[in-house]
């Protein structure tokens, strides 16, 4: 698979409900996230324990992309997430707004470079992200 299509694949699935998610990340990978609450960096650990924590906390949590770079096997994607919470399963909301790079190695995501900002909900912020078939 190449690396793209295992990208793509990846930002495919509902964090909240998907069992295979760590299967796409190398067991030595690496997230430095920029967010609007600081800097953090994880690792397969990190990671594992952060999507745990969605699997408990919402009822669907899906990424709608924008944007799928290519450059050999660096992918860069830009993309919103939207997720239901638990206690209200009917109501979709975005959450943030994301781009990240990705260093694929091995087949696996490995060296991840993330920057996030918490959703704008005007109409034309959304529409901005609106889905494109990549």
């Not at 990190?46 to 408990?56: D, Q, S, Y």
């Not at 997430?81 to 994301?98: C, N, Q, S």
């Not at 990705?102 to 993330?114: P, S």
């Amino acid at each position: 698979m190449s690396p793209k299509d295992l990208i793509k694949n990846f930002y495919q699935l509902d964090l909240a409900k998907d069992n295979n998610i760590m299967d796409f990340f190398h067991e030595d990978c690496e997230l430095k996230w920029n967010s609007s609450k600081g800097y953090t960096q994880l690792d397969y650990q990190g990671i594992k324990e952060m999507l745990e924590g969605v699997r408990k906390s919402y009822h669907s949590f899906k990424f709608r992309v924008s944007h799928l770079l290519e450059d050999e096997n660096i992918i860069t994607t830009r993309y919103t997430i939207y997720a239901t919470v638990i206690e209200r399963p009917e109501k979709e909301d975005a959450l943030a707004h994301f781009i990240t790079i990705w260093e694929v190695k091995d087949g696996k995501m490995h060296t991840g470079f993330e920057i996030s900002q918490l959703a704008d909900v005007s109409p034309e912020s959304l529409n901005s992200y609106a889905e494109i078939k990549v």
